[in-house]
T-cell receptor, first 107, second 118 residues
Framework: AQRVTQPEKLLSVFKGAPVELKCNYSYSGSPELFWYVQYSRQRLQLLLRHISRESIKGFTADLNKGETSFHLKKPFAQEEDSAMYYCALYNFNKFYFGSGTKLNVKP | DAGVTQSPTHLIKTRGQQVTLRCSPKSGHDTVSWYQQALGQGPQFIFQYYEEEERQRGNFPDRFSGHQFPNYSSELNVNALLLGDSALYLC?????????????????FGPGTRLTVL
């Protein structure tokens, strides 16, 4: 069965520090993986997808099939990065979301 | 374009009652998905509607049903409400078809309807 695990409920870092939000998945095929973000009082929105291999707002995520991970990274965190982050796996028109990690970037 | 809209914003019901939630997709979108998000959890997929048919369903009982109208708007119905149905219900819309060869098309989420069951 498909499952997405985000082991950290809360991650606090200082501004300018590197940040890594962890995501592990279980899926037997070739997954399509995403990171979604929800800023305070805003809607859930797509941050990035692994297929496009792009960097959005300085964030990148690499799919590691051997470790079944899709960690989200940013070298220098900014205060405006504070938000709730969800990792998600897509399969046959279904999305499987992790439970989310709240990122708090302190000044 | 207001994006995805949902109504009502909040709703309070008692156990055993029935509830209907509504969703209007983003302009140009033809596919609607519904999610349940319990407190402290990520969204859980309920079902997806495309061409007025339920195309895919998550692990939810038959008490959860839906409908999609010709204008692509959608309703989520929940019968015989339980306390555990209290949650934020999210609607997301997308446009069917492949984009640049991807099987996924970006989903745009609505603000959600907060359902409280007493």
């Amino acid at each position: 069965a498909q499952r997405v695990t985000q082991p950290e409920k809360l991650l606090s870092v200082f501004k300018g520090a590197p940040v890594e939000l962890k995501c592990n998945y279980s899926y037997s095929g070739s997954p399509e993986l995403f990171w979604y973000v929800q800023y305070s009082r805003q809607r859930l929105q797509l941050l990035l997808r692994h297929i496009s291999r792009e960097s959005i707002k300085g964030f990148t995520a690499d799919l590691n099939k051997g470790e079944t991970s899709f960690h989200l990274k940013k070298p220098f965190a900014q205060e405006e990065d504070s938000a709730m982050y969800y990792c998600a796996l897509y399969n046959f028109n279904k999305f499987y979301f992790g439970s989310g990690t709240k990122l708090n970037v302190k000044p | 374009d207001a994006g995805v809209t949902q109504s009502p914003t909040h709703l309070i019901k008692t156990r055993g009652q029935q509830v209907t939630l509504r969703c209007s997709p983003k302009s140009g979108h033809d596919t609607v998905s519904w999610y349940q998000q319990a407190l402290g959890q990520g969204p859980q997929f309920i079902f997806q509607y495309y061409e007025e048919e339920e195309r895919q369903r998550g692990n939810f009982p038959d008490r959860f049903s839906g409908h999609q109208f010709p204008n692509y708007s959608s309703e989520l119905n929940v019968n015989a409400l339980l306390l555990g149905d209290s949650a934020l219900y999210l609607c997301a819309s997308s446009l069917e078809g492949t984009a640049r060869g991807y099987s996924y098309n970006e989903q745009f989420f609505g603000p959600g309807t907060r359902l409280t069951v007493l």
